[in-house]
């Protein structure tokens, strides 16, 4: 059955790092675009970044560019999202998602002094 699990989420201070992952089985990963989008609270979910099948085609919302990283393992089945430069206002719920329907369970990434 189709199954996505993520991790990698936390609480991190503001400049940190984190390197949510996320796993998928179940269907052919490698033939899908993925994105990472995120939520914060009463906010609308927004697109963060998304990566090509090949992973050579990358696209990113303004306000990461320069400091988020998309990636992907078509061998391990796992997409990844490098955030470096960490602000206060990144802290939401992170989910990763395969085009169009296959939705991970989300994570909370928390930036805090």
């Known amino acids: 059955q189709v199954q996505l699990v993520e991790s990698g989420g936390g609480l991190v201070q503001p400049g940190g790092s984190l390197r949510p992952s996320c796993a998928a089985s179940g269907f052919d990963f490698s033939s899908v675009v993925w994105s990472w989008y995120r939520q914060a609270p009463g906010k609308p979910r927004t697109l963060v970044a998304h990566?090509?099948?090949?992973?050579?085609?990358?696209n990113y919302a303004d306000f990461v560019k320069g400091r988020f990283t998309i990636s992907r393992d078509n061998d391990r089945n796992t997409v990844y999202l490098q955030m470096n430069s960490l602000k206060a206002e990144d802290t939401a719920v992170y989910y990763c998602n395969g085009w169009p329907n296959y939705w991970g369970q989300g994570i909370q990434v928390t930036v805090s002094s």
């Open positions: 990566i090509g099948h090949a992973g050579d085609a990358t």
